[in-house]
């Protein structure tokens, strides 16, 4: 209705120009403000409904994409598509309060230095919004790595609906580039608390020369340290496929190879001792197949190898390898 009068308004005002008609002008107008004001009702409603959402809500299903990210995103890629008719509805809006949103969001998402115009501040204001109320349900979480995960999931379906939608020419390239890096950084900030302790376990130079009694103690300890991660971290879910990989290849490499070194360098160290295979409990290639199947989430990927199972395998072959 909004489109059809506002496209046909110059031959509405010349047409009911005469002041026989002039009420039928006037009506047109009239009707063209209510709607204007009704699309700003719902809007303000939508952002209403936002803010009212509980924080106390849990963070659920291992990390994954929360029920208002995937409401507040359709919602506003949809919107999108009606950007150039928003672009006059919320032209003489007043924008949110500059000290709402952070200084970046008030230029153009073109290349030049013309302020961004309404519509854009708008959408940005609303997708702050969502970000603040999903900061708000992690920050007295008790468990920091599921934290990190869920606000990697949700920035990252974020940032996917606005480059797959017109979103993307709402809110411009740098918004895109300055959001990506956020989700990189959640990424980056869970991989250090989740399997820091993993890395720690294996020494700086792990084909420095040490006692048998060394690496039987370092073989333990990986193997403790590695188990307990594993166990705590297997139900956890990226639901992108692009950042799933991302995570598992950056976590196999600050792993795998050092765990490789040490186990090719050490584990002659143990052949001779009682129950090896409880000693050096992985092979790196066990290590990798364990960190393959990570972030699918216990009860979404069947073909999840278990850990009691690959203890198993691991423990027969090694057996089978000192019998």
Request: with cysteine; charged share 20%.
């Amino acid at each position: 209705m909004y489109t059809a009068i506002s496209t046909n308004w110059v031959e509405i005002d010349s047409i009911f120009s005469f002041e026989s008609t002039v009420t039928v002008r006037a009506q047109a107008l009239n009707s063209l403000n209510k709607l204007s004001d009704t699309v700003r009702s719902m809007l303000s409603e939508f952002e209403s409904t936002m803010q009212k959402d509980s924080l106390k809500s849990k963070i659920h299903g291992g990390g994954g994409v929360h029920t208002l990210t995937l409401t507040t995103m359709n919602y506003l890629s949809l919107l999108a598509d009606y950007s150039n008719i928003l672009a006059d509805i919320f032209a003489d809006w007043p924008p949110p309060p500059r000290s709402s949103l952070p200084e970046s969001y008030f230029e153009s998402p073109s290349t030049d230095d013309s302020p961004a115009p309404a519509i854009s501040m708008r959408m940005a204001w609303l997708i702050l919004v969502l970000l603040c109320k999903l900061d708000g349900k992690v920050e007295h979480h008790k468990d920091v790595c599921l934290s990190y995960i869920f606000l990697a999931n949700n920035l990252s379906h974020v940032v996917s609906k606005v480059q797959t939608s017109n979103l993307k020419y709402v809110l411009g390239e740098d918004w895109i580039t300055k959001h990506e890096a956020k989700v990189k950084l959640f990424a980056a900030n869970y991989e250090r608390l989740a399997w820091g302790p993993v890395i720690a376990a294996l020494p700086e130079n792990p084909t420095a020369a040490i006692t048998p009694p060394q690496a039987k103690e370092i073989f333990r300890k990986f193997n403790a340290t590695f188990d307990e991660t594993f166990r705590k971290q297997s139900s956890f879910v990226v639901s992108d496929p692009k950042l799933r990989d991302e995570m598992k290849v950056s976590i196999a490499r600050k792993i795998v190879p050092s765990y490789r070194e040490f186990y090719d360098a050490h584990r002659s160290n143990v052949v001779g001792e009682r129950n090896v295979g409880l000693i050096v409990r992985f092979a790196p290639e066990d290590v990798g197949n364990y960190l393959s199947d990570l972030f699918f989430g216990n009860n979404n990927n069947s073909g999840s190898t278990s850990v009691s199972s690959l203890y198993s395998s691991s423990h027969q072959r090694h057996s089978r390898s000192t019998a």
